[in-house]
Nanobody, 122 residues
Framework: QVQLVESGGGLVQAGGSLRLSCAAS????????MGWFRQGPGKERGFVAA???????YYGDSVKGRFTISRDNAKNTVYLQMNNLKPEDTAVYYC????????????????WGQGTQVTVSS
């Protein structure tokens, strides 16, 4: 089992920045690819970013150039740095762990956090 706890969400004005953190416990963090997903009001949950065990990264089109995913295996933590936030980024953000390579597909991820709310005001 892997337990994931997100933090760092909040209310920010458009153009601002936030950094989300996801702390993992349980099995060896470095063995997992990690991803961030989000679910906005009235929307389905969708892919945001992912990072492989070897630190390769992949981003959804809507966040490329604004968001950066990173991981610190010594701290068992994955981060999502979000810059130039827009109102359409408003969502609950979830981190997830996948036992194989990183993926944009939710079904590849076995473990999920409880989510953290990000609200971007215009």
């Amino acid at each position: 089992q892997v337990q994931l706890v997100e933090s760092g969400g909040g209310l920010v004005q458009a153009g601002g920045s936030l950094r989300l953190s996801c702390a993992a416990s349980g099995r060896t963090f470095s063995n997992y690819a990690m991803g961030w997903f989000r679910q906005g009001p009235g929307k389905e949950r969708g892919f945001v970013a992912a990072i492989s065990r070897g630190n390769n990264t992949y981003y959804g089109d809507s966040v490329k150039g604004r968001f950066t995913i990173s991981r610190d295996n010594a701290k068992n933590t994955v981060y999502l740095q979000m810059n130039n936030l827009k109102p359409e980024d408003t969502a609950v953000y979830y981190c997830a762990a996948a036992p194989r390579g990183y993926s944009t597909y939710e079904g590849s991820y076995n473990y999920w956090g409880q989510g953290t709310q990000v609200t971007v005001s215009s």
